[in-house]
């Protein structure tokens, strides 16, 4: 087994969790806040992803005293319409891959393109379910899907709550680093928020 799927993390090996809750709160006015906890309740990811940053760009830390750096998410545009974010390992720099939204197919149905880290597209993810409706309600729970080499990877359902955002996210074992999994994951969420947001 590679050293990456191993890695430890907050004393939880990522490489074992197929299970998470991705947790932020309905408003914030100069960041948002995200956290990714384990079925068992131990946080493992904290994000404070800036809103008014002209180069999207933001770390991934596995504690919340941002003591310990995982990843780091940047922006390859200042300005475009399919925005392209590469994920790369905080400690070595290290691309682990890169996630490509597509733009303008995702008026109706947000769409990202993703590649691996020598920049081969290997696979998507793509709401699911009633998108349309979801633009027309916003109260409306959504759903996501990552899929790689025609396989579903992760799945990322959201649950009705009243003073919070949350998601559980199940996975299914593959080749990425399950941090780039996650990665997908909250970039899709973000999406999403910064939709709502420009409401």
């Known amino acids: ?3 990456a799927l191993s890695r430890e993390v907050a004393g939880v090996s990522l490489a074992t969790q197929s299970h998470y809750i991705i947790k932020r709160r309905f408003w914030s006015f100069f960041e948002r806040i995200f956290r990714v906890w384990t079925a068992d309740g131990q946080l493992i990811m904290y994000i ?3 809103l008014l940053k002209l180069r999207e ?3 991934v830390y ?3 005293a941002k003591t310990r750096p995982m990843l780091r998410v940047k922006s390859k545009q200042v300005i475009a319409i399919n925005f392209s974010y590469e994920v790369l390992d905080a400690a070595t720099g290290e691309v682990l891959g890169a996630v ?3 733009g303008l197919k995702s008026i109706i149905r947000d769409k990202f393109i993703i590649f691996d880290a020598a920049g081969a597209e290997i696979g998507y993810a793509e709401e699911q379910g009633a998108s349309i409706l979801r633009r027309i309600f ?3 729970t959504s759903k996501h899907a990552i899929f790689v080499g025609g396989q579903r990877v992760a799945w990322i359902q959201q649950k009705f709550r ?3 955002k949350e998601f559980s996210v199940d996975t299914q074992p593959s080749p990425l680093d399950p941090r780039f ?3 997908v994951a909250l970039l899709a969420l973000m999406a999403e928020a910064r939709r709502e947001d420009a409401r």
């Open 162 to 164: 009243f003073f919070n």
């Open 100 to 102: 490509q939204k597509k």
């Open 62 to 64: 596995a504690d919340e």
């Open 57 to 59: 760009e933001f770390m």
């Open 1 to 3: 087994m590679s050293t």
């Open 48 to 50: 404070a992803h800036p």
């Open 138 to 140: 916003p109260w409306l």
């Open 181 to 183: 999994v996650l990665a």
